[in-house]
Nanobody, 113 residues
Framework: QVQLVESGGGLVQPGGSLRLSCAAS????????MGWYRQAPGKQRELVAS??????NYADSVKGRFSMSRDNAKNTVYLQMNSLKPEDTAVYYC????????WGQGTQVTVSP
């Protein structure tokens, strides 16, 4: 069983920055895809960013503001979020695709004055 543990969420003012981390219980090189999703209250979970074979894709709503990276030695992926907006408020989930899709427990990000 793989465990993914997110951290780094919190309350930030509009225009601020946060960096989310997702630590995996096994080597992340074994996963074909690592990704970040988010779910706002009353909305469906949506893809924020994903990384496959070294290629990173972003949702249009976060392009130019968010950046996904990884540290294989630490079995950790990151989501750097800059120029945050109130509409970025959501629970952010890390996921990893191996034989099945694994999910973390989520971390709350709230963007508010």
């Amino acid at each position: 069983q793989v465990q993914l543990v997110e951290s780094g969420g919190g309350l930030v003012q509009p225009g601020g920055s946060l960096r989310l981390s997702c630590a995996a219980s096994k080597s992340i090189v074994s996963f074909s895809t690592m990704g970040w999703y988010r779910q706002a209250p009353g909305k469906q979970r949506e893809l924020v960013a994903s990384m496959t074979s070294g290629r990173t894709n972003y949702a249009d709503s976060v392009k130019g503001r968010f950046s996904m990276s990884r540290d294989n030695a630490k079995n950790t992926v990151y989501l750097q979020m800059n120029s945050l907006k109130p509409e970025d408020t959501a629970v952010y989930y890390c996921c990893a695709r191996g034989t099945i899709l694994f999910w973390g427990q989520g971390t709350q990000v709230t963007v508010s004055p």
